[in-house]
């Protein structure tokens, strides 16, 4: 079983509808949560960082941590084409340097 | 500089032959990741450097594959005697401190091919 659990996708919505991305994980440990989103040919950005639990929001996207869960999500409000791209996540625990990803959730946002 | 920047982007080579990737991370960073990202695949981890030491090789596939780093700053990752298999991204991050609890930046990798 891998540490990190991400749907490959393609996910496939509408624009203007509201995206849920998620990661599940199996390290109790991870403190720190982060998303990407990586365009075609490009590097990964860094969307949104977390420690612990609970949401942070930011603009149209709000990353949610449920620590009893295992499971964290990105939720992206008001799709746009322009959010066509992967989004990966990344945990880390303290006291590493090790930062361990998902695989990456491939998002189609239709016009 | 003002991101995680590597050259070249793309570097198209025979087998056989030898590469040099190049990575310049963010001013100040002192923690550095090399990565290769295959296609439709997530990322593999290859090294970590804490300032010019490289306390973790472990991600390394080959003796073929070789990284270092100078003044705590630029990092070079050095593919040997090439193989079709190499073709990949190869991406690169920094950090504030491997153990800074602050996350990666990448830059746009490199992208390898190799004939």
């Given at each position: 079983?891998?540490?990190?659990?991400?749907?490959?996708?393609?996910?496939?919505?509408?624009?203007?509808?509201?995206?849920?991305?998620?990661?599940?994980?199996?390290?109790?440990?991870?403190?720190?949560?982060?998303?990407?989103?990586?365009?075609?040919?490009?590097?990964?950005?860094?969307?949104?960082?977390?420690?612990?639990?609970?949401?942070?929001?930011?603009?149209?996207?709000?990353?949610?941590?449920?620590?009893?869960?295992?499971?964290?999500?990105?939720?992206?409000?008001?799709?746009?084409?322009?959010?066509?791209?992967?989004?990966?996540?990344?945990?880390?625990?303290?006291?590493?340097?090790?930062?361990?990803?998902?695989?990456?959730?491939?998002?189609?946002?239709?016009? | 500089?003002?991101?995680?920047?590597?050259?070249?982007?793309?570097?198209?080579?025979?087998?056989?032959?030898?590469?040099?990737?190049?990575?310049?991370?963010?001013?100040?960073?002192?923690?550095?990741?090399?990565?290769?990202?295959?296609?439709?695949?997530?990322?593999?981890?290859?090294?970590?450097f804490q300032g010019n030491s490289a306390p973790?090789?472990?991600?390394?596939?080959?003796?073929?594959?070789?990284?270092?780093r100078?003044?705590?700053?630029?990092?070079?990752?050095?593919?040997?005697?090439?193989?079709?298999?190499?073709?990949?991204?190869?991406?690169?991050?920094?950090?504030?401190?491997?153990?800074?609890?602050?996350?990666?930046?990448?830059?746009?990798?490199?992208?390898?091919?190799?004939?």
């Open positions: 079983q891998k540490e990190v659990e991400q749907d490959p996708g393609p996910l496939s919505v509408p624009e203007g509808a509201i995206v849920s991305l998620n990661c599940t994980y199996s390290n109790s440990a991870f403190q720190y949560f982060m998303w990407y989103r990586q365009y075609s040919r490009k590097g990964p950005e860094l969307l949104m960082y977390t420690y612990s639990s609970g949401n942070k929001e930011d603009g149209r996207f709000t990353a949610q941590v449920d620590k009893s869960s295992k499971y964290i999500s990105l939720f992206i409000r008001d799709s746009q084409p322009s959010d066509s791209a992967t989004y990966l996540c990344a945990m880390k625990t303290s006291g590493t340097y090790k930062y361990i990803f998902g695989t990456g959730t491939r998002l189609k946002v239709l016009a | 500089g003002a991101g995680v920047s590597q050259s070249p982007s793309n570097k198209v080579t025979e087998k056989g032959k030898d590469v040099e990737l190049r990575c310049d991370p963010i001013s100040g960073h002192t923690a550095l990741y090399w990565y290769r990202q295959s296609l439709g695949q997530g990322l593999e981890f290859l090294i970590y973790d090789k472990s991600g390394l596939p080959s003796d073929r594959f070789s990284a270092e100078t003044g705590g700053s630029v990092s070079t990752l050095t593919i040997q005697r090439t193989q079709q298999e190499d073709s990949a991204v190869y991406l690169c991050a920094s950090t504030t401190g491997g153990y800074s609890n602050q996350p990666q930046h990448f830059g746009d990798g490199t992208r390898l091919s190799i004939l």
